[in-house]
C-alpha cells in the first residue's frame, strides 16, 4: 500500500513526499481511509507508530483552507504541543493550512494572533479551557483530535478535556488516539465520540517489534555501576535514561557528568526555557544522555535514540510502553535496557504478561568484555579507514621496519583516547542466579512472607554463564571485596 492510495489532496501528498515518508505505517493504513469517510475514530497504537500523520494527513486533505479554524488537536504536555504542531505544519504548509500553538506559561496576547490566522490549533487542555471560558477565543473547528488520549487521563485533565467539549461543535468529527485503552478512555470515547469505528493495532503489533528488550538484575547499591558499565558497553548514540523520582534525576545526572559523559537531565520543575534548550541540544547531539522522570519525557520525539534505560523499571506496564517507545521511532531498530533487584523480578514479569512481549534476561559484561568490545570496534573502524598518501609518508618517517611493535606503538597510541573500563569486574547477577530467583518468585507469589529468601547470600556463586565469547581471564567473585575504584576520573 502506497500513501498515493488515499488520494490525498495533491498539496499534502506533496508534502508526505517531502517528508520521505514511503510507506504508511500499520495505524495510517488503517486510520487515513475511516478518516477520509468522515467516522469518529477510535485508535490504539503504540508510541512512535506515526499518530500524528494518521489524522493530520486526511483532516488536513479535508480542511478548505478558508482562514477559520477547522481543525483542534488536543495534547498533554506543552513538548507534544510543539511537536504535534511542528508535523502539522509540514504537512500543511504548501496548503496554505496554519499551526498555532497553544500551551500555559506564556502570556495570551501572541497566541491568540496566531489562533486567529490558523486552520489548525495544537493545543493543551488547561491553557485551551481557559482560552475559551473566559471567551478570549471563539473557534468552530470541525475535526477534533485528542492525542494521546490516556497520558491526558493520567495527568488529570478529564474535567479540563470534558469541559472544553461544552464549547465546541456538535457537527463535528472526533479523533481519539492513545496507547492503551483504560477504561477510562472507553468511558470518555461513548460521552464525546458518535459510532466510532475502531482502529486497534493487535498486542504484539502493539509493541513496536523495533525494540529488542533486555533486563539485567542487580543489587540495589549496584545499580550506578551497572549503569556506567551497559553505557559503556552498549556505547549508544543517544539515549535516554528513566527514573523515577527528581531527586533521582538530579543525583544521576552529577554522577554521570563526573564519569565524563555528556548527560542533562529534564524533570517538571525544571523552567520551560531551560527545558526547551535541553531538548535542542539533545535533538542537535551537544548532549548523548538525557535523565528525565516519566511526566517530563512524555511523548519526547527525539529521532535517533538508540537506547532507552530503565534505571528503575516502572511501576506500571503502561509508563514501560511509554518509555521504550521513544526508541525505534519511525522504523528505527532500538534497545530498551531495564536494571532490576531481585525483588522486582515480578514486575518483569508482570510487564511481560501485560505489554505481551518476552524481555531477555543478560548478564552485565565485565570490564574486559567491555574492552573486547572496544577493541573490535577498533579493528573495524581501522579497516574501514580509507588509506591516505598523508598517512603513507607518515609511516615512511618513522625509524623502524614495519614491524609488529611498531603497529602495536601506532594502535596504542590510538587506544590511549579512550578511557579505560574500570569499575569491580562482576556486577550484577549470573544467569543461573537469575533464573532461580524467578522461579522462586513466580512460586512466592501471593503467599504472605514469600520473601524469607532474599537475603543475597543465597545466590551466589552461581556460574555467571555469558552470551559473550571473550576468552579472557575472568576474575571471579573475589573483585567483589574491593572497594568500586571508580574515582571520576575524565573521559576524553
Ligand atoms: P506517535 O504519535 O505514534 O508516537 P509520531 O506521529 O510522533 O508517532 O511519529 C513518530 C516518527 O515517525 C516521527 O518522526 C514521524 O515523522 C515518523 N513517521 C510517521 N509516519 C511515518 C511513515 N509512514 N514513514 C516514515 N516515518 C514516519
Ligand atoms: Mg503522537
Given at each position: 500500500m502506497k500513501f498515493t492510495d488515499f488520494n490525498l489532496k495533491p498539496e499534502i501528498q506533496a508534502a508526505v513526499d517531502e517528508a520521505g515518508f514511503k510507506e504508511p505505517s500499520p495505524v495510517q493504513k488503517d486510520a487515513i481511509p475511516l478518516v477520509l469517510e468522515g467516522h469518529d475514530l477510535i485508535a490504539q497504537a503504540q508510541t512512535g507508530t506515526g499518530k500524528t500523520a494518521a489524522f493530520g494527513l486526511p483532516i488536513m486533505s479535508m480542511m478548505?483552507?478558508?482562514?477559520?479554524?477547522e481543525g483542534l488537536v488536543i495534547v498533554p504536555t506543552r513538548e507534544l504541543a510543539m511537536q504535534v504542531s511542528d508535523e502539522l505544519f509540514r504537512f500543511g504548509k504548501s496548503a496554505g493550512l496554519k499551526t498555532a500553538t497553544v500551551y500555559g506559561g506564556t502570556a495570551y496576547g501572541k497566541q491568540i494572533e496566531r489562533i486567529k490566522q490558523a486552520s489548525i490549533v495544537v493545543a493543551t487542555p488547561g491553557r485551551l479551557q481557559d482560552l475559551l471560558q473566559s471567551g478570549k477565543i471563539k473557534i468552530n473547528p470541525h475535526f477534533i483530535v485528542l492525542d494521546e488520549a490516556d497520558e491526558m487521563l493520567d495527568m488529570g485533565f478529564l474535567d479540563e478535556i470534558k469541559n472544553i467539549f461544552t464549547f465546541l461543535p456538535k457537527e463535528r468529527q472526533t479523533l481519539m488516539f492513545s496507547a492503551t485503552m483504560p477504561n477510562a478512555i472507553r468511558k470518555l470515547a461513548e460521552q464525546i465520540l458518535k459510532n466510532p469505528k475502531t482502529v486497534s493495532i493487535t498486542k504484539s503489533e502493539t509493541t513496536n517489534t523495533n525494540i529488542t528488550q533486555f533486563y539485567y538484575v542487580v543489587q540495589e547499591r549496584e545499580r550506578d555501576d551497572a549503569l556506567v558499565r551497559l553505557i559503556d558497553y552498549k556505547n549508544p548514540q543517544k539515549c535516554i535514561i528513566f527514573c523515577r523520582m527528581k531527586k533521582e534525576v538530579d543525583r544521576l545526572v552529577a554522577h554521570m557528568t563526573a564519569q565524563g559523559f555528556k548527560v542533562s537531565g529534564l524533570h517538571g520543575d525544571m523552567e520551560q526555557k531551560q527545558r526547551e534548550v535541553t531538548i535542542r541540544a539533545f535533538k542537535q547531539g551537544g548532549i548523548d544522555i538525557f535523565i528525565a522522570t516519566d511526566v517530563a519525557a512524555r511523548g519526547l520525539d527525539v529521532n535517533d535514540v538508540t537506547h532507552v534505560f530503565n534505571y528503575h523499571i516502572p511501576f506500571d506496564s503502561e509508563s514501560y510502553v511509554h518509555r521504550i517507545g521513544r526508541t525505534g521511532r519511525g522504523g528505527k531498530s532500538g534497545e530498551a535496557i531495564t536494571l532490576v533487584s531481585p525483588n522486582e523480578l515480578r514486575t518483569i514479569k508482570r510487564i511481560e504478561k501485560d505489554v505481551g512481549t518476552k524481555m531477555t534476561t543478560q548478564v552485565i559484561p565485565t570490564r574486559m568484555e567491555v574492552q573486547n568490545n572496544r577493541n573490535d570496534a577498533l579493528i573495524t573502524k581501522i579497516a574501514e579507514t580509507q588509506i591516505t598518501d598523508k598517512a603513507i609518508e607518515l609511516v615512511k618517517t618513522l625509524?623502524?621496519?614495519?614491524d609488529i611493535v611498531t603497529i602495536a606503538h601506532l594502535l596504542a597510541s590510538m587506544v590511549q583516547n579512550e578511557i579505560s573500563v574500570k569499575g569491580k569486574d562482576n556486577i550484577g547477577l549470573g544467569l543461573e542466579e537469575i533464573e532461580l530467583l524467578i522461579e522462586r518468585a513466580m512460586q512466592n507469589r501471593?503467599?504472605?512472607?514469600?520473601?524469607?529468601?532474599?537475603?543475597?547470600?543465597?545466590?551466589?556463586?552461581?556460574?555467571?554463564?555469558?552470551?559473550?565469547?571473550?576468552g579472557g581471564e575472568r576474575n571471579g567473585r573475589?573483585?567483589?571485596?574491593?572497594?568500586?575504584?571508580?574515582?571520576g576520573g575524565g573521559r576524553s
Open positions: 478548505k483552507g478558508d482562514g477559520s479554524v625509524q623502524h621496519d614495519l501471593g503467599g504472605g512472607g514469600g520473601g524469607r529468601n532474599r537475603g543475597r547470600g543465597n545466590y551466589r556463586g552461581g556460574n555467571r554463564r555469558r552470551n559473550s565469547n571473550s573475589h573483585g567483589r571485596n574491593g572497594r568500586n575504584s571508580r574515582n
